[in-house]
């Protein structure tokens, strides 16, 4: 009983994390290009981020049920893979690069139950091929690895075709114009954007700790609870089926996400607004928009895909638009390293924090 609450603690700090480090996700653009202040900016992002957390669960299921054989996962197994989804974001976050807070905790996951079970690669879901449509499919090959190429793709196709677009329609309105009325149109689509990051990234943390009570009750941790904990109850699905996320479960991983959001993360919002490429309101406004189109698509088909990735893609898209010389390549760089570095490391910290458990079992 007292792990599964640890579990459930620990999930509620990396999603308080992933807030303040994915804020930036959110409202980079709409501070660089000096819209909004970053304390309104903050704000705007920590409501919005509240009020997506409450919006589907597709994303929490695909998390709860369809990486990882649930028979290995103990509450040993879930509090080692936040920590090593925790410390990557807090390496990332002192380095200021915008890495995926969804792909720190997948690779956790994944690292925390082969640990878990020796070693024997067979407890991961690469891949269940859908019957209907490949996105109905699970496993990491449709649900993490298939997405992680594709999403930020369609970010910078997206980004780059409106930009052109935009650029083509106004090519002969004054500068002060645009600057005005895409100022105001950017404040709609970073508040798009904020909505789309709570929809998606609040999502997995709901997944973990509804992962956490499965295994509690089926464990039998849960046998002797009092009647005002009756609500931790939590039965396997049955086969073939997602595990159905309590309303408390989504209220406070809301709640938790938006005061991280409030904390604010400048080192982030740093590398994205300022040193990748410079923003007017009309390059915020065509990233925010393609990013936050591409996370709904998403959110809809239960796919967690990186908020971090799409916007940064979107952003590079834009940029592109302009003139290719305007992105600043070997900022680029970096971030790519980081998203590549992601999982793999967040996997091997939560690998080395289940060994460290396994030594003071003994």
């Known amino acids: 009983m007292t792990l599964i609450l ?30 909004l202040t970053p304390r309104q900016a903050v704000l705007l992002a920590a409501v919005t981020n509240l009020v997506g957390a409450m919006i589907g669960t597709a994303v929490a ?23 090593g989804g925790i410390v990557w974001n807090l390496i990332t976050w002192w380095f200021g690069l915008p890495s995926s807070s ?58 780059f075709t409106l930009m052109a677009l935009l650029y083509l329609v106004l090519q002969k309105a004054r500068p002060t114009f645009v600057n005005k009325v895409f100022g105001r149109l950017q404040m709609v689509s970073a508040g798009a954007m904020g909505l789309m990051h709570g929809t998606n990234d609040a999502q997995k943390t709901m997944g973990i700790i509804a992962l956490a009570l499965v295994t509690g009750t089926t464990t039998g941790a849960f046998d002797n609870l009092p009647p ?12 073939g089926k997602s595990v159905e996320i309590a309303l408390w479960i989504k209220v406070t991983c809301a709640i938790v996400m938006a005061a991280g959001t409030a904390a604010g993360g400048w080192r982030i919002i740093r590398t994205l607004g300022h040193k990748m490429v410079k923003l007017q309101p009309i390059n915020g406004f065509a990233a925010e928009t393609s990013s936050a189109l591409v996370i709904y698509t998403a959110t809809h088909f239960g796919i967690p895909v990186s908020t971090t990735h799409n916007i940064s893609a979107a952003i590079m898209g834009v940029g592109s638009a302009k003139r290719f010389s305007a992105i ?15 999982i793999p490391v ?14 003071f079992k003994k």
């Open 6 to 35: 640890l579990v459930i603690f620990v999930a509620l700090v990396f999603e308080y994390i992933n807030g303040f480090h994915d804020t930036a996700n959110s409202i980079a653009t709409v501070v660089s290009t000096k819209v």
């Open 61 to 83: 299921k695909t998390i709860a049920s369809g990486l990882v054989e649930t028979s290995i996962v103990t509450s040993e197994v879930l509090v080692c893979a936040l920590l």
């Open 102 to 159: 969804s792909h720190a905790l997948i690779g956790g996951l994944c690292g925390a139950a082969l640990a878990a079970a020796r070693g024997n690669w067979s407890v991961i879901i690469w891949s269940k091929p859908s019957d209907v449509h490949w996105w109905e499919g699970k496993g990491l090959l449709w649900k993490v690895i298939v997405p992680m190429v594709t999403s930020p793709m369609c970010g910078f196709i997206l980004g």
């Open 228 to 239: 005002w904990l009756q609500f931790l109850h939590t039965p396997e699905p049955a086969k």
């Open 328 to 342: 600043k390549w070997p900022v680029v760089e970096r971030i790519l390293w980081a998203w590549i570095l992601t």
């Open 346 to 359: 967040s996997g091997g910290l939560a690998w080395c924090f289940y060994e460290v458990v396994l030594l």
